[in-house]
């Protein structure tokens, strides 16, 4: 036993040290025991449980069965509503979801974000055509030229005015922003660091391939209008 070689302890503590050592190892046999039996319990139980459940189970799936037809038709009316969206505001299917899934983590609906690209282009168009509106006298406040912002996706435009205007206060931000579109001063956090949290969400769905393309939202719209 490596124990009998411990130098620096006298004859009577190596063989009180051996006694306790052997009364260690009868413990952990019985420990080693008791989880054997406990294992034994717990998948007797665990089988029990499965048997039991079976035609709940069986149950559950004749249910999921019923529903797919009414998910799928669901699902597809959702993509449809995605692409009409996406094609309205010049935005890709894919972009349009990661917003829409960033800005739900700072209070805005999916909903909501597409009322906010829609006010940011209308706002941003107007002022383009016309030279006037509260776009325009904003940009002109800031000492920002329009043209910088022709065609630019509103995405784009929001990161844009978020770079830009960086440097000022978050009261004097807050109201740039709300000018634009109701609650997009929300977005700000979002915007900041050149857009860093947008990007992260989108690298997330994008491993998780949570993200629905244009090629199956086109076939998911197909299914719904069948």
Known sequence: NSLTNIKGFSAKAKVQLLRAFDGMKEGVSRLRASFNNLGNSVA????RSIMSLGGVLKKLLLVGAALA???AVSFAKGTRELR?????LGTSIETLQIWQAAARGVGISGEKITDVFKDVSDKLGDALLTGGGEAANIFKD???DLKDFLD???EEALQKLANQTQNLNRQKRIFIFEALANDSSKLISLL???GAAIRGV?????????????PQA???AEFANQ
């Open 202 to 214: 989108g690298k997330d769905l994008t491993n998780l391939r949570a993200l629905i393309s244009e």
């Open 192 to 194: 900041d660091n050149n």
């Open 69 to 71: 037809p009414v998910i």
């Open 152 to 154: 630019l996706k509103p």
């Open 84 to 88: 009409v969206w996406s094609k309205t």
């Open 142 to 144: 800031l000492g920002l």
């Open 218 to 220: 086109k076939a998911s």
């Open 44 to 47: 007797g139980f665990a089988k």
